[in-house]
């Protein structure tokens, strides 16, 4: 394994998918050791609730990592069929990340749980590869969440399935502060 | 899903395993989340030059976490039977694991690629477990790396195999600054 040299920048395509843990929080670990290199970052969420005290907190050490948008945009995690208004969301959360990829101001944006919104039929699949197709060289774009669609696959550069072998839950352990949020 | 309360901490036994990428990446952001959180962190690297620029980098704004030993102790990666003097290194970085599990000053501890020296037959099972039995009741330990024993992760709360589905090198694309290191 050779590090990159003097060569233009590869900016990679990842995706964090599966039912296991570690999809969001792999992510935020990436974002950490890019934040050490003086990347600037962003990271948008598609799920409602789904910033927790601690990474915000931590954040906020760091001027060139961007958490918007903070109060719009977000989709409820819910059954059933998707809403109009459910699409509209998951359309309007999209055009914020591919704003910021095709802005060429970042070198890391994390699209959170975005494969949420294109596995349940919220957001089309080819709306996405369009503008992953269009992205700055540079830029590295991770995309997490359950059932990565095919053709996300297909796309990527680096995909990786997170497991559930064994949960807390399970043993009616509740979620941890500082581990989970 | 519900959040701990003020009822003690259940501190959790976390395992990453599996041969993907994100085992190391996850406990790096469950320690940004973590420090965010204010909780005291140390970190333990069994394999040698695990360390990055960027988590260096940035873990210099958290004077709770401690990366140490930085020195010594470290395993190197390599073919073959396991030689007497790796045995006694790996004895000797689980005994700086040990020494921080036990002293009660910790919320989070990692002990990164540690399953690489127990898949490997360096460092007996039992001596970890052991220790874990024994851990203070509010700390978080989270083991990472290939191969996880059975008996670990029967010993464990939350159980994670991270699985390669595609990865760049396969497409000869060298590794990413700010992203893998």
Known sequence: MTEESGSKRHGLIIVNTGNGKGKTTAALGTVFRALGQGFKVA????????W????????EKFPNFSLEPMGHGFLKLGDGEPAPEDCALAEKTWAECAARILSDEYDLIVCDEVNYALSYGLLPVSTVLDTLARKPQRLH???????????????????????????????GIKAQRGIEF
Chains 1, 2 share one sequence.
């Open 43 to 50: 990271m948008v969420q598609f799920i409602k609730g789904g």
């Open 141 to 171: 774009v991770i995309l997490t969440g359950r059932n990565a669609p095919g053709e996300l696959i297909e796309a990527a550069d680096l995909v990786t399935e997170m497991r559930e072998i064994k949960h807390p839950y399970q043993q």
């Open 52 to 59: 927790r005290y601690g990474e915000l907190n931590a954040a």
